[in-house]
């Protein structure tokens, strides 16, 4: 897929405890322990390679942060979720193109 319909955002967990990630609207939930760095990336569903957004328009995420946990809501049609050494921790849609944290 082509780059103009890819985007990636980085997560981090700086506390001293583990943070509940959420990636919406899959509901999916994972455990990043502290120091990780996770990658959430997803591939626009428009040929154009633009978004629906979220509050705004155009807009691949939006994230929603509490004191122990963080929400994403992706704005495409599948989402890859990796570390920082590329490997795969998720995947929500089998249908989606080739995994990669960089892509």
């Known amino acids: 897929m082509d780059?103009?319909?890819t985007a990636r955002l980085l997560i981090s967990n700086g506390g001293e405890s583990a943070l509940e990630?959420?990636?919406e609207p899959w509901a999916d939930t994972y455990q990043m322990l502290p120091e990780?760095?996770?990658?959430?990336?997803t591939h626009s569903p428009a040929a154009d390679g633009s978004w629906s957004g979220t509050l705004r328009g155009d807009e691949p995420f939006q994230v929603?942060?509490?004191p122990e946990s963080v929400t994403v809501w992706v704005n495409?049609?599948?989402f890859h979720l990796s570390?920082?050494?590329?490997?795969?921790?998720?995947s929500a849609d089998w249908h989606c193109p080739a995994q990669g944290a960089f892509s």
């Open 83 to 90: 570390d920082m050494e590329e490997d795969a921790i998720d």
């Open 76 to 78: 495409g049609n599948c």
């Open 3 to 5: 780059s103009v319909g």
């Open 21 to 23: 990630l959420t990636v």
């Open 36 to 41: 990780q760095t996770w990658a959430v990336v």
């Open 64 to 66: 929603d942060h509490r």
